[in-house]
């Protein structure tokens, strides 16, 4: 079991299971528009830390990201392998440029 294996399953326990105390368990609570504020609040932070050049905080505001997006995951019923099975399609194709339109201005 690798390490998103693993935290889809904490994450699940914590749905199943909740612990006074656990983050996890918080967020569930809150619902969906907190955990999707969350998401985009990491997001901002991951661009800014990019932006600045720090990998260590890139790497840890990275691992924020996937957390909470595998917590919004859970609460909306899709699981890692669905994620990765779209992963495994995308990566079959090949030639899947997107082709651009371009507009002739002066006619």
Known sequence: ???????EAVIRQRRSEPQQGSYTC???????????KKVGEECAETIIAAKNGDKEEL??????VLY??????????????DVCKEMDQR??????LKQFHISDHNT
């Open 68 to 81: 909470h997006m595998m917590v919004m995951m859970d609460e909306c019923g899709i699981s890692l392998a």
């Open 1 to 7: 079991m690798n390490s998103f294996e693993q935290m």
């Open 26 to 36: 918080y967020l569930f609570e809150k619902g969906l528009d907190k955990i999707l």
């Open 59 to 64: 790497v840890g505001e990275i691992n924020d």
């Open 91 to 96: 990566s079959a194709k090949i030639g899947n």
